[in-house]
């Protein structure tokens, strides 16, 4: 079964940059669409990029779209977010899933 865990979380300034990654350990990783969720301090979680399992297709929510870039690596069993101009409502821990599992989490933090 595939088991995620995400690293990367920081302390950021607003515009700054930051790359979260996701780990898979289990077999047949490159059969999996992956997603980054978040979920901010009194809200629920919510979808923020999607990469499909060769990783020739990618969606973003619209308040990420043309800021974050989602990606994956297959020989590497990893998943990437990279995370520009960062602002304070993309405070969140950031969650990473596929196939029904998730990780436990990063947090992410925009404050000046």
């Known amino acids: 079964q595939l088991q995620v865990v995400e690293s990367g979380g920081n302390l950021m300034p607003p515009g700054g940059s930051l790359t979260l990654s996701c780990v898979a350990s289990?077999?047949?990783?490159?059969?999996?669409?992956m997603v980054w969720y978040r979920q901010a301090p009194g809200k629920g979680r919510e979808l923020v990029a999607y990469?499909?399992?060769?990783?020739?297709?990618?969606q973003y929510d619209d308040l990420v779209k043309g800021r974050f870039t989602i990606s994956r690596d297959n020989t590497k069993n990893m998943v990437y977010l990279q995370m520009n101009s960062l602002k304070p409502e993309d405070t969140a821990v950031y969650y990473c899933?596929?196939?029904?599992?998730w990780g436990q989490g990063t947090q992410v933090t925009v404050s000046s």
């Open positions: 899933w596929g196939n029904d599992k």
């Open positions: 289990g077999l047949m990783f490159i059969n999996y669409n």
């Open positions: 990469i499909n399992y060769s990783g020739n297709k990618t």
